[in-house]
C-alpha cells in the first residue's frame, strides 16, 4: 500500500489529472489540501478512483482522501472534524 499527500491548490479541473498521476506512480490513498469545494460528498474520479472530501468554504481550505477502488469497500468510518481535518477508518 501507497500512501501520499499533495496540495493540490483546487481541485477543480484537476480530478482526471490526479488520478492519472496515482496510477503513474502506483499510489492507493491519497491525502489532498486546500481542495476549495464546499460541501461534505463523495466522488468518482474515473480510472477507479474516488474522493471523499469536506470543505465549508468554496474559495479556501478544503481537505480530502482519494482512495484506490480496492480500498474503497474496506472504508468503515469517515469523519469530517473541519474543513482541515479529516479521517478515514478502513
Known amino acids: 500500500m501507497r500512501v501520499g499527500t499533495l496540495n493540490v491548490g483546487t481541485m477543480t479541473g ?14 492507493d490513498i491519497l491525502c489532498v489540501q ?19 472530501y469536506h470543505g465549508v468554504d468554496g ?8 482512495l484506490n477502488e480496492e480500498f474503497v469497500r474496506n472504508v468503515l468510518e469517515v469523519k469530517r472534524v473541519s474543513d482541515r481535518v479529516m479521517s478515514l477508518k478502513l
Open 14 to 27: 484537476k480530478a482526471r489529472e490526479l488520478a492519472d498521476m496515482m496510477q503513474r506512480r502506483k499510489v
Open 34 to 52: 486546500e481542495t476549495r469545494w464546499k460541501g461534505s460528498k463523495a466522488r468518482s474520479l474515473g480510472a477507479g478512483f474516488k474522493l471523499l
Open 59 to 66: 474559495k479556501r481550505n478544503g481537505v480530502g482522501v482519494i
